[in-house]
């Protein structure tokens, strides 16, 4: 009997590749306030935090509420033609699906900007689960978003496994008892922060998730 039922996707950085568009949202954020860019490594490192909780923490002197209106209106206008998602991403969603998986997304973006990238790739309905910013109030690293994930899919956290490219990722799936893949193209973990974090599993092929949850 299989053992695994249903994988779980971050959506930004692991499915889809935002991360220009949020460096670039970042960067007008910082110009349009501070008048300077923002540092890289502090900014990546700050990747599948839910944006208040990071505004908060940056701009400590200024209101939370405005400057995620100052980032989300910039996103807004480069958003949808600017998103794509990683190689081998969307084969491996819908060999998944044909397998007889389910599969869910558990992220910090907005529902509005998940699911319009969904959209542009066709790939909304290969989804039986997506657990946005707006389902709950306690976010990764917290197992919340995934624990509310699994109980819409009914199924267990041991019969479940994570897929992210943030420490927030890898840590709400094993704060949820849920086994994590990383994948080697974050740009948010280095050798170093990988080896601390120590996921289950770790690809630099979307395909090889395949294997993955045939023999977990």
């Known amino acids: 009997m299989r053992k695994i039922k249903a994988v779980l996707f971050d959506f930004d950085g692991t499915i889809m590749d935002t ?23 502090e900014i990546v490192a700050t990747f599948g935090e839910p944006l208040d909780v990071t505004m908060t923490k940056l701009f400590p002197d200024r209101d939370t509420h405005e400057m995620v209106e100052t980032y989300r209106n910039y996103q807004r206008h480069i958003y949808r033609d600017a998103i794509t998602m990683f190689p081998g991403t969307k084969e491996v969603i819908l060999e998944l699906k044909e397998r007889g998986y389910l599969v869910g997304i558990v992220t910090s973006r907005l529902w509005s900007s998940t699911t319009q990238g969904l959209y542009k790739f066709d790939i909304a309905d290969m989804f039986d689960a997506v657990v946005s910013a707006e389902d709950t109030t306690i976010h990764k690293p917290d197992p919340t978003p995934c624990l509310l994930c699994l109980e819409k899919l009914g199924v267990k956290p041991e019969e479940a496994i994570m897929v992210g490219d943030s420490k927030f990722d890898i840590l709400c799936a094993r704060n949820a008892g849920v086994k994590s893949v990383l994948v080697a193209w974050t740009i948010s973990v280095n050798e170093e922060q990988r080896k601390t974090l120590a996921p289950e599993y770790y690809i630099d092929d979307a395909m090889q998730l395949l294997d993955i949850v045939e023999n977990a």
């Open 19 to 41: 991360n220009t568009i949020i460096l670039k949202s970042w960067q007008h954020t910082f110009n349009t306030v501070l008048g300077r860019d923002p540092v890289h490594e």
